[in-house]
């Protein structure tokens, strides 16, 4: 547990750190576009699809870590490294 906890630390704070990062924009985005006080459509439109985008990606990093973590705990890689492995494993297998 000792060796465990030492090593791979770096790695779950990285993962909480990229995840952090895109609460952090989307909750900026959303402060702004509640603070706006246009009424012109096309900048509503723009708004909207600037957060669903955003919203995709969350939940993309979020599956990216779930997978990361499970790859971590079973190669022992970093974290970067078990993403981009646990990512390519991911798109060999999915049917």
């Not at 952090?20 to 096309?42: E, K, Y």
């Not at 971590?72 to 492995?85: F, H, L, P, W």
Request: glycine share 6%.
């Amino acid at each position: 547990m000792k060796w465990c906890h030492t090593v791979h630390t770096g790695s779950l704070a990285l993962g909480s750190f990229v995840h952090t990062i895109i609460i952090i924009v989307i909750l900026m985005i959303n402060a702004a576009d509640q603070a706006s006080t246009s009424t012109n459509p096309g900048a509503r439109a723009v708004g909207l699809c600037i957060k669903c985008c955003l919203k995709c990606i969350e939940e993309l990093l979020d599956y990216l870590n779930k997978i990361a973590y499970a790859y971590i705990a079973i190669s022992g890689d970093n974290y970067c490294t078990s993403a981009y492995q646990a990512f390519l494993l991911n798109l060999k297998y999915t049917t």
